[in-house]
């Protein structure tokens, strides 16, 4: 009798918790989504670190609801965006600010400066790169083992549904092979060289991601960088010229990326799907099509100083550009909420910019 009325009050209490779901606005495809990268993707993991590589200050976050959240663009980043296409009711949370069990809804490692390598970023200061972001998602996974009980079985079945996001990359160019005066990489590897020695560093980290339960990986290649309003400035001075040598650099890692993504979904990571994200193409088509889109500028960041307001990047309490939705990039490095927006909408519905499938597909395995 006892018994019974247990499982009575325990019908009830699942009810109501059923109700109180129910009533949510929504309920995300995937029970969890992980972040990894640079500040492309960084919601504020920076913000306590030392580095130039910041954005807890106005103007950032001007179009934020939060305002300057240590996101490095006027709203939302990409992750953000995708996170609200998954159905997520809120953005996932930096992992410098997650606690308890709201890291089963997952966390953002991203690191404003960080690479593959090490070293990448230092000349800008701290930062947490890629290898450190997998060793903070090694701990994560422990604290969640908590709530599973110790059932090793449920946690893994748990994050086999879950999205994990890499995006890295950039900087291993930006801020490390094409700034010699800082890095030996240049002298020391040819561009295929550099490429290779890149690669043969993701594919452990991303392995180790795997071994740890990831199971529905969006690997991002890295963008046409020689196109950055930065580069722009720093390069080729007064013209909308892009510079091809770091483009070419750029197209070898992401021709072995992929093939990195085939070699995984061929057989050597069982039971995974990684997609490649061809975030190259994707910036390419707005780049060289702006008005398609509905952009005006794409030379120029919408904050910023120097030429093409892109050879110091936006400072704080600087006077943005009025008409944002003009504008491809934000500042020297980082685009526009509504390039992340459209990028979000892209690759989730169509297969434009994703390979093998899009992140519905993905989502829906
Ligand atoms: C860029 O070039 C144009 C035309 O050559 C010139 O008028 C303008 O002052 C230049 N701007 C900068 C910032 O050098
Ligand atoms: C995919 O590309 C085609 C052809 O360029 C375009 O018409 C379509 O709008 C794109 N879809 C999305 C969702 O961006």
């Not at 640079?38 to 030392?50: E, F, K, T, W």
């Not at 006027?74 to 600010?97: C, E, K, S």
């Not at 090793?152 to 879950?162: A, V």
């Amino acid at each position: 009798m006892r018994g019974s009325s247990m499982v009575w009050v325990g019908f009830i209490f699942v009810g109501l918790i059923a109700m109180a779901c129910n009533s949510q606005p929504q309920q995300s495809q995937v029970p969890c989504f992980f972040i990894f990268g640079d500040s492309l993707v960084d919601n504020g993991n920076n913000n306590r670190i030392l580095t130039l590589a910041r954005a807890n200050y106005r103007p950032y976050g001007i179009d934020f609801p939060q305002g300057a959240t240590g996101r490095f663009t006027n709203g939302r980043t990409y992750v953000d965006a995708l996170a609200q296409l998954l159905g997520f009711p809120n953005y996932i949370q930096p992992y410098a600010r997650a606690a308890g069990s709201s890291m089963l809804k997952g966390a953002n490692y991203a690191s404003g400066a960080a690479g593959i390598l090490d070293e990448t970023g230092n000349n800008l200061g701290g930062h947490a790169s890629m290898n450190q972001q997998v060793t903070y998602f090694a701990g994560t996974v422990e604290q969640m083992r908590r709530y599973f009980r110790g059932d090793t079985n449920g946690l893994n079945s748990y994050l086999s549904k879950c999205i994990f996001y890499s995006g890295m990359g950039s900087n291993d160019y930006l801020n490390n092979y094409f700034m010699p005066t800082f890095y030996t990489t240049s002298s020391d590897y040819t561009t295929k060289a550099f490429a290779a020695r890149l690669l043969q560093d993701y594919t452990r980290q991303l392995m180790q991601l795997y071994s740890l339960g990831g199971r529905k990986v969006i690997v991002s290649g890295v963008g046409p960088i020689g196109c950055i309003p930065y580069q722009l400035a720093r390069f080729t001075g007064n013209n909308t010229r892009c510079n091809e040598k770091i483009n070419q650099a750029i197209n070898q890692f992401n021709s072995g990326l992929r093939k990195l993504v085939d070699r995984f979904n061929g057989g050597q990571l069982p039971g995974s799907k990684f997609v490649f994200l061809d975030s190259y193409q994707s910036s390419n088509d707005l780049y060289m099509n702006p008005t398609a889109y509905g952009f005006e500028v794409v030379d120029k960041g919408c904050c910023g100083v120097g030429r093409n307001n892109g050879q110091i990047t936006c400072l704080p309490l600087q006077q943005p550009c009025q008409d944002r939705q003009k504008y491809l990039f934000w500042d020297a490095f980082h685009p526009t909420e509504l390039a992340n927006i459209y990028l979000a909408k892209s690759t989730y519905t169509s297969q434009n910019y994703t390979y093998p499938i899009n992140i519905q597909q993905l989502a829906t395995l």
